[in-house]
């Protein structure tokens, strides 16, 4: 008896009991998913409050990532230090979550081996139960024990237990198991082309349009689990819409898996499959309104964090605004004179007493000489503009009217200065024309 059937005997006991004492395997598969779910969920009671939790933190996660930028160690530190204080895993959500599937999964071997599992059978003795029954080149592999399970009858079953050397008595003797549930027969693998398998020729229409339908109803009912999950956590309300799309995604998964379930594994699964997301579907519904106050507390506390957030960055705003303005206010003071101005457009291009010896056009700065920055260092500030947007100078108005004011003088000081340089700009090169002109008469 190797270790997973050590830790899975007690499910395969129960559904073993489930099956002896209701004589339908169908009625066994959906009380022992019944069972296992109300096993389960205060686990998954526990990972839907650590998930609220986590969400709640998700906007103090963003905020430390980008005021931190490229620096992820010291980030790494705060969002640690951050679910520390509050007492939550980084991954005590996912955990909790993924919990139940870490045990639903193995749960899958029970019903795909009855004989290792519900009759305690080593492979050589299931090998000899086969062949005494007829099937030569058996081999205890995928779903061969689930098909192999319909051949033991009332009439061979004391010739298969003395194959195998086992009994028909006691807590793990072979017993009968009945795959009929509602006139299907759920050790046969539906087909998609029904009307061309054997029971459908052999006039057992039902049988096998009821297995075609069953893995359909499978995989519908798997996609509207997940609705009804994502609409009973409200949480999912302030998702992102990349993390919304991503959601969808696994979504589909489910059907998906259903359908390929459904139609490569015997007919038990599908029953197993269905009574999974029906039962699924009760329990979020439960889980959502034992968690209403939970949910509502935290899209208070999420939007709260959005109304802080939304007054930082105006904060943030209006002390950039202040800046540039008080910039702004101080250049117009040291203003020069419009001769002056006139003068500094030769300035850059004169060499000397000669002017314009260097062209019209020279310009020293053209091509300014960028500093060094590690790109894996913390981010470094970007120089402002020293220009203030409408939305900058509505904040500066609110703020600092006489502020505004100044900055609204120095633009106009600005924009005359700019003008007057550029009317003399002109005025010198239609000099140098003038004078070039005589000269080339000469020539």
């Given at each position: 008896?190797?270790?997973?059937?050590?830790?899975?005997?007690?499910?395969?006991?129960?559904?073993?009991?489930?099956?002896?004492?209701?004589?339908?395997?169908?009625?066994?598969?959906?009380?022992?998913?019944?069972?296992?779910?109300?096993?389960?969920?205060?686990?998954?009671?526990?990972?839907?409050?650590?998930?609220?939790?986590?969400?709640?933190?998700?906007?103090?996660?963003?905020?430390?990532?980008?005021?931190?930028?490229?620096?992820?160690?010291?980030?790494?530190?705060?969002?640690?230090?951050?679910?520390?204080?509050?007492?939550?895993?980084?991954?005590?959500?996912?955990?909790?979550?993924?919990?139940?599937?870490?045990?639903?999964?193995?749960?899958?071997?029970?019903?795909?081996?009855?004989?290792?599992?519900?009759?305690?059978?080593?492979?050589?003795?299931?090998?000899?139960?086969?062949?005494?029954?007829?099937?030569?080149?058996?081999?205890?592999?995928?779903?061969?024990?689930?098909?192999?399970?319909?051949?033991?009858?009332?009439?061979?079953?004391?010739?298969?237990?003395?194959?195998?050397?086992?009994?028909?008595?006691?807590?793990?003797?072979?017993?009968?198991?009945?795959?009929?549930?509602?006139?299907?027969?759920?050790?046969?693998?539906?087909?998609?082309?029904?009307?061309?398998?054997?029971?459908?020729?052999?006039?057992?229409?039902?049988?096998?349009?009821?297995?075609?339908?069953?893995?359909?109803?499978?995989?519908?009912?798997?996609?509207?689990?997940?609705?009804?999950?994502?609409?009973?956590?409200?949480?999912?309300?302030n998702q992102p819409?990349?993390?919304?799309?991503?959601?969808?995604?696994?979504?589909?998964?489910?059907?998906?898996?259903?359908?390929?379930?459904?139609?490569?594994?015997?007919?038990?699964?599908?029953?197993?499959?269905i009574a999974n997301?029906?039962?699924?579907?009760?329990?979020?519904?439960?889980?959502?309104?034992?968690?209403?106050?939970?949910?509502?507390?935290?899209?208070?506390?999420?939007?709260?964090?959005?109304?802080?957030?939304?007054?930082?960055?105006?904060?943030?705003?209006?002390?950039?605004?202040?800046?540039?303005?008080?910039?702004?206010?101080?250049?117009?003071?040291?203003?020069?004179?419009?001769?002056?101005?006139?003068?500094?457009?030769?300035?850059?291009?004169?060499?000397?007493?000669?002017?314009?010896?260097?062209?019209?056009?020279?310009?020293?700065?053209?091509?300014?000489?960028?500093?060094?920055?590690?790109?894996?260092?913390?981010?470094?500030?970007?120089?402002?503009?020293?220009?203030?947007?409408?939305?900058?100078?509505?904040?500066?108005?609110?703020?600092?009217?006489?502020?505004?004011?100044?900055?609204?003088?120095?633009?106009?000081?600005?924009?005359e200065a700019a003008?007057?340089?550029?009317?003399?700009?002109?005025?010198?090169?239609?000099?140098?024309?003038?004078?070039?002109?005589?000269?080339?008469?000469?020539?």
């Open positions: 008896m190797d270790i997973w059937q050590i830790l899975m005997t007690p499910f395969s006991l129960l559904l073993r009991f489930l099956c002896l004492v209701f004589n339908s395997y169908g009625i066994a598969l959906i009380l022992f998913t019944l069972i296992v779910k109300v096993i389960l969920f205060p686990l998954s009671i526990k990972g839907k409050r650590s998930m609220i939790k986590s969400s709640i933190l998700s906007g103090q996660v963003q905020e430390i990532q980008k005021r931190c930028g490229n620096d992820k160690e010291k980030a790494n530190q705060e969002i640690q230090k951050l679910y520390a204080e509050s007492g939550t895993s980084m991954f005590g959500g996912c955990g909790w979550s993924f919990l139940p599937l870490l045990i639903l999964m193995p749960l899958y071997a029970i019903i795909r081996r009855p004989f290792k599992y519900m009759m305690m059978l080593k492979e050589d003795a299931t090998i000899a139960v086969a062949k005494a029954l007829g099937w030569a080149d058996f081999t205890p592999a995928g779903t061969n024990e689930l098909l192999l399970a319909p051949r033991l009858n009332a009439g061979n079953l004391e010739t298969a237990a003395a194959a195998a050397g086992a009994s028909t008595a006691g807590v793990f003797g072979m017993f009968v198991i009945n795959f009929n549930f509602l006139g299907i027969d759920l050790s046969r693998v539906p087909s998609l082309m029904f009307w061309k398998s054997d029971l459908f020729t052999g006039g057992d229409i039902w049988g096998a349009v009821g297995l075609f339908l069953l893995p359909l109803i499978s995989a519908g009912l798997s996609l509207l689990s997940y609705q009804v999950s994502m609409r009973t956590n409200q949480m999912s309300q819409e990349n993390k919304q799309q991503n959601n969808w995604m696994m979504i589909l998964m489910g059907p998906v898996m259903s359908l390929w379930i459904g139609y490569s594994l015997p007919a038990g699964m599908c029953i197993y499959w997301s029906a039962l699924g579907m009760v329990q979020e519904i439960i889980a959502g309104r034992m968690l209403k106050k939970d949910y509502e507390a935290a899209q208070k506390e999420m939007e709260e964090q959005k109304r802080r957030s939304k007054e930082a960055e105006k904060e943030r705003r209006r002390k950039s605004a202040e800046k540039k303005a008080a910039a702004l206010a101080a250049g117009s003071k040291k203003q020069p004179k419009k001769e002056k101005a006139a003068a500094d457009v030769d300035g850059a291009s004169q060499e000397g007493l000669r002017r314009f010896a260097r062209g019209r056009a020279y310009d020293p700065a053209r091509y300014p000489v960028t500093p060094y920055h590690d790109p894996n260092g913390p981010v470094m500030p970007k120089e402002e503009d020293q220009t203030l947007t409408d939305e900058e100078k509505a904040l500066l108005a609110e703020s600092r009217p006489e502020l505004a004011a100044a900055v609204e003088q120095a633009e106009q000081q600005a924009a003008e007057t340089v550029q009317e003399q700009a002109e005025d010198t090169a239609a000099e140098a024309e003038e004078a070039s002109a005589p000269e080339d008469e000469e020539h």
